[in-house]
């Protein structure tokens, strides 16, 4: 194999790792914001209006023992 066929075999694994690790990168923030969103609808406040005021009440929950 010459230099510059082995140069581009190292270019193109290289760049393979790259693109698993950006992927890699990816699933971990979706996993973050999943969690994020599911603590956020379980916590999540409730603006409510009064006599032209907003008042913030806590979300009911639905887990009633």
């Known amino acids: 194999m ?3 066929a082995e140069q581009l075999v190292v270019g193109l694994i290289l760049m393979r ?3 698993t690790g ?3 990168v990816l699933e ?6 999943v969690v994020k969103i599911n603590y956020l609808k379980n916590y999540l406040t409730v603006p409510t209006k009064v006599n032209g005021y907003f008042f ?6 639905k887990n009633k023992s």
């Open 2 to 4: 010459g230099q510059k």
């Open 28 to 33: 971990l923030i979706a996993k973050k914001m």
């Open 22 to 24: 950006k992927i890699l």
């Open 17 to 19: 790792i790259r693109v």
């Open 56 to 61: 913030v009440r806590k979300k009911k929950s």
